[in-house]
């Protein structure tokens, strides 16, 4: 039976987002809701793991640190205190192909949190000191990442993907590496990706948007423009398995199929299959990992998914006595699928569930903010709401056995593995 969505978009869907350019060409993307007095608000920058090599490993992430360190107005604590002591949040995250800082304010302190925005992504003063201040900071999340078997096999997954291309790259960068970067780097590094026109600023919730672009454009529209970055090629891909020893009690496997790129038409029919096959306890893996055969706790399946190039991972995690019979479970399943594709039943099942948890992310303004800034930087348009419920009711059967052929392809299976010392 068809869903029968598309009736209660009207109420949610009279606030599309606008999209306006500042006089340098930074783009400002602006979706009110007005339903409660906050806004989410991000400043989206090309800077990643992807744009890095051996030099500069690490240098996207302690840039964003580095930008919460001081500026040429305002301390490190006196960019915290400003926003958190009108009740706001403030916070910023690295990724492989972009960096994004973002506050969570009150309508009345929008104006306030741009004008702190402004003032760290365009004022940094990267002192020596507090560069290397921070790096022992940096060092201690990589140590904290190393002692975690899960970052361990999601790393490994993409070396066994992606062998060396950049965007394997570890976004935290080596202790070596973090140890290394100067004054100089930095400035450099800044000078080449948080200049004009690269950067996306989005701004989701309730605010008054022209004065929200005059400040803009007082401030971010200054900026001078850069170079554009050059184009990421699509990576070549292999089918590579990695195993790696650390303390660790349980044995984490993850596995990894050809996928899309984010914003292919068949992405949504990967994102479907990823749900019937491990996406929540009706999946299934989990029926079969963990009710009929009960050998772990932790399993699933999900789709990583890039500008030009994505893959379907299936994961689980057991104990070091159950680990190969996990693994012919996982390999079991991809063949199943390849073989019997899916049901009917399975496909309104994985439809429902994907728009169910599209309209459940709305309600939140960060989500709907960092999904028109990506949308923004990676595809330059934004998809309505409309258009995406359209795409994913009229996917059909045929449709997705082309994507399961396309994926569940066992030449093409890529591994990662991370057990313990054997005992």
Known sequence: MENNITKYLSDIGTHQPKLFTLSNGIRVVFEEDGK??????????????????????????????????????????EISSTIENVGGELNAFTDVQDTLYLMHVSSMHVPLALEVLA???????????????EAKVVQQEIYRSQDEPGDAVGEGLLKAVYGTDPIANITLGTIASVSSFTHKDFVAYHQQHYLAPGL?????????????????????????????????????????????E????????????????IYSKES???TMLSVI??????????????????????????????????????FA???????????????????????????????????????????????????????????IYLRGTIRSLEEVVKQINETTMEMMETVIEHIFD???????IVHGPEK
């Open 36 to 77: 409660y007095p906050t806004a989410a608000i991000g400043v989206l920058v090309p800077s990643g793991a992807r744009f890095e090599d051996k030099n500069t490993a690490g240098l996207s992430h302690f840039m964003e640190h580095m930008l919460f360190q001081g500026t040429e107005q305002r301390t490190s604590f």
């Open 119 to 133: 003032d760290m992504v365009m004022h940094p003063l990267f002192s020596e000191k507090a560069i290397q201040s």
């Open 200 to 244: 996306v600023i989005s701004i989701a919730g309730t605010a008054d948007m022209l004065e929200a672009l005059e400040l803009l454009e007082k401030t971010f529209g200054q900026l001078p423009k850069a170079p554009v970055l050059p184009k990421w090629e699509v990576p070549v891909t292999f089918a590579n398995k990695i195993i790696v």
């Open 246 to 261: 650390k303390p660790t009690e349980q044995v984490h496997i993850a596995m990894a199929l050809p996928g899309y790129p």
């Open 268 to 270: 949504f029919s990967a």
């Open 277 to 314: 096959l491990g996406g929540n306890m009706s999946s299934r893996l989990f029926q079969r990992l963990r009710n009929q055969e009960p050998l772990v706790y932790t399993t699933g399946a999900s789709t990583m998914d890039f500008s030009n190039t994505g893959f379907l991972e299936l």
């Open 317 to 375: 995690e057991s104990s070091p006595e159950n680990a190969e019979r996990v693994q012919a479970v996982l390999l079991e399943q991809i063949e199943k699928m390849r073989k019997e594709k899916i049901s009917k039943a399975e496909l309104q099942h994985a439809k429902d569930a994907v728009l169910g948890s599209l309209l459940l992310g709305m309600e939140s303004s960060f989500n709907r903010m960092s999904r028109n800034a990506n949308a």
């Open 410 to 416: 066992i030449s093409k299976l890529a591994t990662s």
